[in-house]
């Protein structure tokens, strides 16, 4: 009986989240900026938006990560760091980005794709 219990639980669960989606405006703070792509692009403003940008040279690789907030807040940062890099050819337009800076270099930067940032 406690089986059924827990598998009726989890599928109450799963059901309550079907279709769930958040659209994160953009955020930003002095050495943090985060949201998701989707929220951005379907923000009330034309001011909104976050990014992180691939640069691949022969003598090297590098990423660029930018936002700009509903104020008009500007935010950059930039990494050499071979995991970000990856990190950054893997987003897609659905993404949620938080990225955090130390001056002008990124030192952490976590994404996510999921249904939840779905358009």
Do not use: W
């Not at 050495?31 to 691949?56: E, H, K, L, P, T």
């Not at 990494?79 to 993404?95: A, F």
């Amino acid at each position: 009986m406690k089986y059924v219990s827990f598998a009726f639980a989890l599928l109450v669960a799963s059901i309550s989240y079907a279709g769930y989606t958040n659209h994160y405006v953009v955020n930003i703070s002095s050495n943090i900026a985060y949201g998701s792509m989707v929220g951005a692009r379907n923000s009330a403003d034309n001011s909104q938006f976050i990014s992180c940008a691939f640069v691949g040279l022969p003598s090297s690789q590098y990423g660029v990560c930018s936002a700009r907030d509903t104020a008009g807040t500007y935010f950059s940062c930039t990494t050499t760091e071979p995991y970000h890099v990856d990190q950054i050819r893997g987003l897609s337009n659905e993404s949620y980005l938080y990225i955090r800076r130390d001056g002008s270099k990124c030192d952490y930067i976590y994404s996510s794709t999921g249904s939840q940032y779905h358009q």
